[in-house]
């Protein structure tokens, strides 16, 4: 074994690490990127780490991951050790493919390799139908899962799937629930369906279940239970993931998808209306302190498989009780936040408000977003523009009518072994793999969420503040002209329409006279 950097006690996270080969599926998403990042500078003698990758807009796997590691997000890990991208390891496949896609070179490397799996592919479009959710979400995770089996040297396989896949049970504890169905029969079943019989009888089979994205979760949560006996596994359910709250630096973030894109959306001015239920405790974990808790989580499955008392170990990987913060503080905080650091270029001052009213808020989102976007998707056509306002709403109306399912429900997950890792690590390596044991500064994650959301995702730097902050005080006073005239404009015909109506009834009194 090479030497221990971190001088850690043998038995140790790290030490248990060091020399290991990791298979990473789903590494080029947002968590896995995070993923990858902290376990190449976190844990220095592990051995390399394979991602199961496919080839994207005409690059290779292998072109994928060395752009990967370009983005901002390795930015320290370049500086601080360029050659430790050695041990990043890109391997073509699809869990989409029989047999992954492998070659027989690659699957006979793995086999004889890898011994940690974390399994973190998932199509996460939410509105995707069940036949995309079944093969990319519950046939991957059997692929995944078969290949596993033959793998000679496994010590842990951690499987990433979601605390909502569970919406029936309004307490969610951390074990494996029964599935209301054999997850082979459906797989079986969308294999040989057409997307027309499937659409018409998805209803009944998903159940309490809001979308096929959790269902597929679930489903493939009781494939990982079957091959207890066979590998050792472990399931780890994330809540709603937010951007970083410290690493690779605080507020980093690469997804429009949750949260963010609300984020981006209202303080652009675009969402005017919110279902959410403002008392309602937010569930969401920056990403990560979620990473962190799947590292250690395949440690502890890997160092405890003599002495398991139960066969599949399941971890609640969300705030719980640690840090409490409801959606309505989440949403007027972050509103102020965002008027002193706003986005460039806005459609529209941001000023929208959250409601739980249904008709209320289909009425603003009608009248406040869809009709504006057709008004201005008519000025560009007639300017000889590109028209996109339409297409955007129509995005944005799919997008929060799927989020709005998780901000008007009250959810309690039960977290007690995922809180029990941070007393089975050192005090060094707690703070290495910081797993929310203490409660951090929620006003300033907020401002990093929405810096990182501005920087990283839409792409402005800070240095546009000055220019930003300007165009919010011309939207403002736009806002209000805009108002004093519809309103002006609503008052004027309301009195002509009161004055016609008064002539008509002395009119009419006259004559009956």
């Known amino acids: 074994m090479s030497t221990n950097k971190l001088n850690m006690t043998e038995g140790s996270l790290i030490e248990w690490y060091a020399g290991r080969t990791v298979l990473v599926t789903g590494g080029t998403g947002f968590m896995g990127k995070v993923l990858l990042e902290k376990m190449l500078r976190c844990i220095p003698d592990l051995k390399r780490i394979y991602v199961l990758c496919r080839p994207k807009k005409g690059f290779s796997p292998a072109t994928r991951i060395e752009e990967l590691s370009k983005l901002p997000l390795f930015d320290k890990l370049r500086k601080s050790n360029p050659s430790v991208f050695k041990k990043l390891v890109a391997i073509e496949g699809d869990l989409t493919q029989k047999d992954l896609g492998l070659t027989p070179e690659s699957k006979e490397t793995l086999l004889n390799e890898v011994s940690v799996v974390i399994n973190g592919a998932a199509s996460l479009r939410l509105e995707a139908g069940l036949k995309a959710a079944v093969e990319h979400n519950t046939v991957g995770t059997l692929r995944i899962l078969d290949l596993s089996c033959q793998m000679k040297h496994l010590k842990a396989f951690v499987h990433l799937s979601t605390a909502f896949c569970h919406c029936e049970y309004d307490v969610l504890d951390e074990i494996i629930y029964p599935s209301p169905v054999n997850p082979r029969d459906v797989i079986q079943m969308v294999s040989w369906m057409d997307e027309t019989t499937l659409e018409a009888i998805t209803p009944r089979l998903l159940g309490p279940h809001p979308n096929c994205y959790t269902y597929s979760k679930r489903l493939s949560e009781a494939l990982v239970s079957e091959y207890a006996d066979k590998i050792p596994v472990a399931v780890a359910r994330p809540s709603i993931v937010t951007p970083a709250l410290y690493e690779p630096m605080p507020g980093w973030v690469d997804s429009l998808n949750g949260p963010v894109g609300v984020v981006v959306a209202a303080g652009k001015g675009i969402i005017r209306s919110m279902m959410v239920a403002e008392e309602f405790c937010a569930e969401v974990i920056p990403v990560d302190v979620a990473i962190n808790a799947i590292i250690a989580i395949a440690w502890e499955r890997g160092r405890s498989s003599k002495d398991l008392e139960e066969k599949v170990p399941v971890y609640n990987v969300s705030n719980g009780d640690i840090q409490t913060m409801t959606w309505g503080e989440i949403l007027k905080d972050g509103k102020k936040l965002s008027y002193e650091y706003p ?167 006259l004559n009956g006279s």
């Open 343 to 509: 986005f460039e270029a806005g459609l529209w001052y941001p000023n929208g408000t959250i409601r739980m009213n249904p008709i209320t808020h289909y009425l603003i989102v009608l009248f406040c977003q869809i009709i504006p976007a057709y008004f201005i998707d008519a000025l560009l056509f007639l300017m000889g523009q590109k028209t996109f306002m339409v297409r955007v709403q129509k995005r944005i109306y799919v997008g929060m009518g799927v989020l709005q399912y998780f901000t008007t429900r009250k959810w309690k997950f039960l977290n007690q072994k995922t809180i029990a890792l941070t007393n089975k690590l050192s005090d060094k390596e707690l703070k290495i793999f910081y797993l929310g044991n203490t409660k951090p500064d929620t006003q300033k994650y907020l401002l990093d969420v929405l810096l990182g959301a501005r920087q990283y995702c839409m792409k402005e730097p800070l240095s546009t503040l000055p220019k930003a902050r300007f165009q919010l005080k011309l939207l403002y006073w736009l806002d209000w002209v805009a108002q004093i005239l519809l309103w002006g404009t609503l008052t004027y015909y309301i009195a002509k329409w009161t004055n016609l109506s008064n002539t008509l009834n002395q009119y009419i009194n």
